[in-house]
């Protein structure tokens, strides 16, 4: 069943093999009905995800609640995931009254998305979902949780500000995974060139850094070029890493902090023929998924921003109707490890089906 889909109290009643009106008084706390029978139809209640309080009455009211979802347009093959996962969002929560509207920077950059958030008239909106540039976004979303419109961020993070919980990948984490594969895939030996997006937007640092981490504590024999940045440009990503290969025709190894400089060093290190460069990346596109096939991209870290954007919004969506608080600050989505023969699980149309939905 859909996070958001109805659950009807005939559908408990059918479920626990009674009727509806013994479910109405269990369900009410009212008398005339056996414990037994009772604890029964609150068990099933509970395994359908049955919230009375709440989200009946949710359906009932008037109201409509209105999410602003901050995020880019490009890189548009990796922001075309995340709207795929707004949407998914919207078409559940309609019936919840529930209407997003989707406010767009050109590109995560700091400077554009500071623009945006500067003129952005938040009074409009019950709740934001912010695909957040850094420390740079921190004062606008202290502004709007102050003003009492609460935030949460997704993908990438503002973790000094006040916003309610962040749904992304654990950068860190994900960037030692890289250094480990790295260094087990070079044998423990070699020179990396590293490409990053912002140097300012904790994702991308943290990421970097996870990845220095291990690179300098376990494998102390592989040499590490200063991180570039690209500012989410694949062309200049390009031009970065075609100069680093016609510097030093030793370099064995690229690591990219993100989706655009991942697909920016795949075409340099193409165009120079160098098969012997290990490249682990990061997220799927069609020209990604090609290098994958052809031996260009060795392996990418899959962060799913499906997920992200999804989620993000469900939540907030609960935080809202029914007062709900995330256990944690931040709710990581598990990076996964895409080589060759797997990334067929992780395309679009892999991610519309349901495999058990019989």
Aim: aromatic letters at 10%; a neutral charge.
């Amino acid at each position: 069943m859909k996070p958001f889909e109805r659950v009807t109290i005939k559908q408990i009643a059918k479920e626990a093999g009674t009727s509806i009106g013994t479910v109405d008084r269990a369900l009410s706390n009212r008398p005339g009905i056996n414990p037994a029978t009772k604890a029964r139809v609150l068990q099933v209640a509970q395994e359908l995800g049955y919230t009375p309080n709440r989200m009946a009455s949710a359906l009932s009211r008037k109201k409509v609640l209105r999410i602003g979802v901050v995020s880019a347009k490009n890189p548009a093959d990796f922001y075309s995931y995340i709207d795929q996962g707004i949407t998914q969002a919207e078409t559940e929560l309609r019936d919840y009254g529930v209407v997003i509207e989707r406010l767009y920077s050109p590109l995560l950059a700091p400077d554009e998305q500071r623009e945006l958030l500067e003129n952005l008239d938040y009074t409009k909106y019950d709740g934001l979902v912010i695909n957040a540039g850094g420390e740079p976004s921190v004062p606008y979303i202290n502004k709007f949780v102050a003003e009492g419109v609460p935030v949460a961020t997704f993908n990438s993070d503002s973790p000094g500000s006040d916003r309610l919980f962040f749904v992304g990948s654990n950068s860190r984490q994900s960037g030692r995974l890289g250094g480990e594969m790295m260094g087990k895939l070079l044998g423990g030996k070699g020179k990396v060139a590293i490409i990053g997006n912002y140097l300012n937007t904790t994702t991308f640092v943290d990421r970097f850094g996870g990845f220095c981490e291990v690179i300098q504590r376990e494998y102390p024999e592989i040499s590490i070029y200063p991180c570039a940045e690209c500012y989410s440009n694949p062309a200049r990503a390009y031009s970065i890493m075609a100069g680093l290969l016609k510097e030093d025709l030793h370099i064995n190894g690229f690591f990219s902090t993100g989706y655009s400089a991942t697909v920016g060093a795949v075409e340099a290190i193409k165009e120079a023929g160098r098969r012997n460069v290990t490249v682990i990346g990061y997220d799927l596109s069609e020209s990604i998924m090609q290098a994958l096939k052809d031996g260009w991209c060795t392996s990418a870290l899959y962060q799913d921003p499906f997920q992200q954007s999804y989620q993000a919004l469900r939540l907030m969506v609960r935080h809202l109707i029914e007062g709900w608080v995330p256990p944690s600050k931040t709710l990581f989505v598990e990076a996964q490890v895409v080589f060759r023969y797997n990334m067929d699980s992780y395309t679009k149309e892999h991610l519309q089906e349901n495999p058990f939905r019989y």
